[in-house]
């Protein structure tokens, strides 16, 4: 069993979940991190005004785009993960990025935690909502909630 301790930042915009993620992340790494959602997308939207009015910065972006940014990315983005690569990476205390896939859209979220006795894994979602999953299930199309699947994985660093 293993956790790494990240709070996700909820989302300020429908379509911000790769700004929420990128700067939870960097906030993790380093808790005196300046990098915020509004910062986060205005810097890689190359629109500063983000911070002012968060409207115009609503759009969906690249999460490995964003942890460049925010100098937390570790790798470029792969596939799924084995469970013991997650284990691997939370055990060294590195949250992992998750794109889920959607039939039109995708979304972000942070792989936070594994259970080897249930074969799971814990997901904190910048809608608000943390989800723990089968890691068979979840490798699996329609996996996350609402008919997601994962796509790419993004490791972490500080």
């Known amino acids: 069993m ?36 509004c910062a986060v997308a205005g810097k890689v939207l190359n629109f500063p005004e983000c911070c002012t009015s968060i409207d115009p910065c609503n759009r969906d972006y690249y999460l490995e785009t964003a942890l460049q940014t925010t100098s937390n990315l570790a790798s470029p983005a792969t596939g799924q993960l084995t469970i013991e690569q997650i284990r691997n990476e939370i055990d060294q205390q590195r949250p992992i990025g998750i794109r889920i896939g959607f039939e039109l859209v995708g979304h972000f979220v942070v792989l936070i935690g594994y259970d080897d006795s249930q074969g799971s894994v814990t997901l904190t979602d910048p809608t608000g909502a943390d989800h723990t999953l089968y890691y068979a299930s979840f490798t699996q199309p329609g996996g996350y909630p609402g008919g997601g699947w994962w796509t790419y994985s993004y490791l972490t660093k500080a």
């Open 2 to 37: 293993g956790y790494v301790n990240l709070e996700v930042e909820v989302q300020q915009g429908e379509n911000l979940c790769w700004a929420a993620v990128a700067a939870s992340i960097s906030k993790y790494h380093n808790p005196a991190s300046f990098w915020t959602q």
